[in-house]
């Protein structure tokens, strides 16, 4: 009796790991307001990205996939707003940044939503990432910035003095 549940618990076990292999990642990074790169399973061979406007851009994927669901993730700068999915037809969505809230429980930046549909050539899961970070704030360089107004006001200071050296230098020529 106990090998029977043995060999169940193998093949249970064997049908869950082949499952997972198959598991698709799509991967979905905003660099800039108007650049979006989007990876399937580490490849962007078969994507699509089309730019439509400023933090606007249509995906389309190039074999069938049954995507489902409307993921957003909040924004790593204004909490108020958020990078949301919304699906627009076979294989394609719409992803929109800085956008009002879809409704759903928004995930937080370069987390991963796991159930955003299957491919159908193996009927794996694919999960979808998104990375934000085309508008994190840069944080300047006081020293370049220093430097460059020290230089500037030693510029400006020279400057103003050389019409006093000039007139200092006709008059002292002129009295010879």
Same mark, same amino acid.
């Given at each position: 009796?106990?090998?029977?549940?043995?060999?169940?618990?193998? =093949?249970?076990?064997?049908?869950?790991?082949?499952? /997972?292999?198959?598991?698709?990642?799509?991967?979905?990074?905003?660099?800039?307001?108007?650049?979006?790169? =989007?990876?399937?399973?580490?490849?962007?061979?078969? =994507?699509?990205?089309?730019?439509?406007?400023?933090?606007?851009?249509?995906?389309?994927?190039?074999?069938?996939?049954?995507?489902?669901?409307?993921?957003?993730?909040?924004?790593?700068?204004?909490?108020?707003?958020?990078?949301?999915?919304?699906?627009? &037809?076979?294989?394609?969505?719409?992803?929109? /940044?800085?956008?009002?809230?879809?409704?759903?429980?928004?995930?937080?930046?370069?987390?991963?939503?796991?159930?955003?549909?299957?491919?159908?050539?193996?009927? &794996?899961?694919?999960?979808?990432?998104?990375?934000?970070?085309?508008?994190?704030?840069?944080?300047?360089?006081? &020293?370049?910035?220093?430097?460059?107004?020290?230089?500037?006001?030693?510029?400006?200071?020279?400057?103003?003095?050389?019409?006093?050296?000039?007139?200092?230098?006709?008059?002292?020529?002129?009295?010879?």
């Amino acid at each position: 009796m106990k090998i029977p549940t043995l060999a169940l618990l193998a =093949v249970a076990i064997a049908a869950i790991a082949q499952h /997972s292999a198959f598991a698709h990642e799509l991967v979905l990074t905003e660099t800039s307001f108007n650049t979006l790169i =989007v990876t399937y399973d580490g490849s962007t061979t078969g =994507v699509d990205v089309n730019y439509i406007s400023g933090d606007h851009w249509g995906v389309t994927i190039a074999f069938a996939t049954g995507f489902s669901g409307s993921p957003q993730w909040t924004e790593p700068e204004d909490p108020s707003f958020f990078n949301v999915l919304t699906l627009s &037809g076979t294989n394609q969505f719409i992803v929109n /940044s800085d956008f009002f809230s879809n409704g759903t429980t928004p995930l937080t930046n370069g987390s991963s939503f796991g159930n955003f549909g299957t491919d159908t050539r193996d009927a &794996g899961p694919i999960s979808v990432t998104f990375k934000d970070r085309g508008d994190s704030a840069a944080v300047p360089d006081t &020293g370049s910035t220093f430097g460059l107004l020290f230089v500037s006001l030693i510029a400006l200071f020279g400057a103003r003095r050389l019409p006093s050296i000039s007139a200092r230098h006709v008059s002292h020529v002129t009295r010879h």
